[in-house]
Nanobody
């Protein structure tokens, strides 16, 4: 089992910045990758950025060049630095941890943190 606590959301004007943090606990040594997803009202949850234990990252086209995912292995923390925020970035952001299984992957989710970007 993995527990995730996300923090750092808030209200910012367009063009501003925020940094989200995610603190995993529990079976952290089983985690193969972590990431951030978001869900806006009336829309499906979508991937924002992911990072593997080896540091390989992937970003969605919507945030490329503006958001940066990183991890601090010593502190077992994952961060999402969000710059040049746009009103369309407004959503609840969820931290995710994924454990690869033999026949399926196992996903764990944090509680979500609200990000609101005003125009």
């Amino acid at each position: 089992q993995v527990q995730l606590v996300a923090s750092g959301g808030g209200l910012v004007p367009a063009g501003g910045s925020l940094r989200l943090s995610c603190a995993p606990s529990g079976s952290i040594f089983s985690i193969n990758g972590m990431g951030w997803y978001r869900q806006a009202p009336g829309k499906e949850r979508e991937m924002v950025a992911t990072i593997t234990t080896g540091g390989v990252t992937d970003d969605s086209d919507a945030v490329k060049g503006r958001f940066t995912i990183s991890r601090d292995n010593a502190k077992n923390m994952v961060y999402l630095q969000m710059d040049s925020l746009k009103p369309e970035d407004t959503a609840v952001y969820y931290c995710n941890a994924r454990i690869w299984g033999n026949t399926r992957d196992y996903d764990y989710w944090g509680q979500g943190t609200q990000v609101t970007v005003s125009s």
